[in-house]
């Protein structure tokens, strides 16, 4: 088996890049939508694609691709940053945190709870 970067097997690499793309364009239909008016927005499912992939293959690469994904999405949406403890919060590690959903990969309500409350504990 050849490993390529963040030594990720070929076929997990290919499966988090579908499901960071996913997430993405997720994220994009909830920016179309307008936002609130004391601010926030709604985001139609893009932690989804995230965490079934960490249930579907752990936590090391579903906190790994939940990392990436903060990037992408820093990439497409400048944030607001006060400081660089807050954006390490909101951003690499709220996303992150997403990755504890394969700590329980067998029931799927347990482990979604599981990877939003650390993204909330996080926030």
């Given at each position: 088996?050849?490993?390529?970067i963040f030594n990720f097997p070929?076929?997990?690499?290919?499966?988090?890049i579908?499901?960071?793309s996913l997430a993405v364009s997720l994220d994009f239909i909830?920016?179309?939508?307008?936002?609130?008016?004391?601010?926030?927005s709604f985001t139609?499912?893009?932690m989804v694609p995230i965490l079934l992939f960490a249930m579907r293959r752990g936590v090391k690469y579903g906190i790994i691709i939940g990392i990436i994904f903060s990037l992408v999405k820093l990439a497409?949406?400048?944030?607001?940053i006060v400081s660089p403890l807050q954006f390490l919060l909101d951003y690499?590690?709220?996303f992150g945190a997403l990755g504890l959903a394969g700590l329980i990969p067998n029931n799927v309500i347990l482990a979604t709870a599981?990877?939003?409350?650390?993204?909330?504990?996080a926030h």
């Open positions: 088996m050849k490993y390529t070929h076929d997990i690499l290919a499966e988090g579908i499901m960071i909830s920016n179309i939508l307008p936002s609130l008016p004391q601010g926030g139609i499912g893009a497409f949406n400048p944030p607001f690499p590690i709220a599981t990877g939003i409350f650390g993204r909330f504990i």
